[in-house]
């Protein structure tokens, strides 16, 4: 294997994210005024805030999709395809017995708890709210297999074609939306079509799967209650990256949920779509070298381990100067004329919006090579803790002070992320601590 190899394998999955993420650049752009006009602004901020709450059944598999992919990736890279096997099968009878103790219980939360008695739904009914919570959390737990199925897909030496298929849903998915909304669809329709959107996809690629990589077969019998018990650890710690992560999007909306109403949601989230497009140029770059640090990590290839980082860092640095200059200079102009002037910057809470963003994206590249292969564990309880502190402090703030008090807790937390993370990628991605992992000395799951 040479440089030139890997970066040509990171190119090509670079181009599998550039068309994921014009994708999903392009959907977020078209749905904020479509929706608005369809729906108006408080039917619109009602939905983003029943579209908010079930973001949080993404860690109802605990982590071990995410854990699978990494480890399959570094298995395969090392020839071990009956390990590969292992895995594959192990999280896949795992993630069947906790979605459907999740299903149960969500469902059983969901029906019970009176909506219009916690939040602010204006005209929406009680049940059309608890309807679209139940059929947008069945497609998220849809979701977490095909998070699975594009684990084998990237173990098949496919993580180009695993991002087009993701792509390709999400493009799916925001067009039925829209043309839903401007057919006089209403938020439950609108929660069906995204359903059955996850549902066809999902099936799809696993029947992809089965064509490109046999030796991958779905079932129990390759299961390993210790190949469970290996990877618990590090999936647990992933899997309050997760929590956290959606505590940081959406616990803001829904705490101004709670002490504002459906107007000041929908420029909140509106204001943080645009801000956050930055964090879609670097996720293209960090998902792009995901698959090779996994990769590389597996051959135990230091040198060039070490030379995709150094690489990493230096786009993701340019990347969010740029990102800060031009948002800071033309960041009003493109709200107001995207948005039709029905959404307005609001200063200062649009400024500090914008450092928050540009804080996220440098921790999170950070944080990329660590995660990679499965060397995150204390990042994540770190971010979880920070997280927590976070959403109490936004809620404070946003009592006290409405947008800008929201979004300075949210800034605060990104901040002490940077050196969080700076600390553990340098005693945990370190040239002497890859060194000790490619000798052998320590099984990358374990670390």
Known sequence: MTLSSSFRRVGFTLGGHVYN????????????PVLLHAWGIERYGVWLLLSS?????????????????????????????????????????LLNIITAVVAILAGAVIFAVPMRSIFALGEVSDIEAKLVLALLGASLIFYQYFLLFSGAARAAGRPASEVAWNGTSRLVEGLSTAAVALLGGDLVLAAIIILVNRIVFTSAIFVWIRSIAPWLPIGWSHCSRSEIKRLFNPSISYMFVSVAYALMIQGPITVLGLVTGPDRIAIFSTSRTLARLGTSATNLLNNSV?????HLFGLKKTSGFLRILRFH?????????????????????ILKLWTGGKVMAEEPFFTLLILSVGAEMIWTALFVPLASTNRHIRVSYAFAILSLIGICACYF??????????????????????????????????????????RGAVKPSQL
């Open 397 to 438: 703030g946003a009592a006290s002070y409405g947008l800008t008090g929201a979004i300075l807790a949210v800034l605060g937390v990104n901040v002490v992320m940077i050196g969080v993370t700076i600390e553990q990628l340098i005693s945990r991605a370190g040239p002497s601590a890859l060194d000790s992992a490619g």
């Open 21 to 32: 993420q014009l994708v999903l650049i392009g959907v977020q752009i078209l749905l904020v």
């Open 290 to 294: 995901t698959p090779e640090y996994s």
């Open 53 to 93: 709450i079930p973001t949080y059944l993404t860690f109802s598999d605990f982590g071990f999709t995410f854990i699978a992919k990494n480890e399959m990736t570094m298995k395969a890279a090392g020839g071990d395809r009956s390990g590969v096997l292992v895995t594959y099968q192990s999280v896949f009878v």
């Open 313 to 333: 860092l230096a786009l993701s640095g340019a990347g969010v100067l740029a990102y800060l200059l031009l948002m800071s200079f033309l960041g009003d102009s």
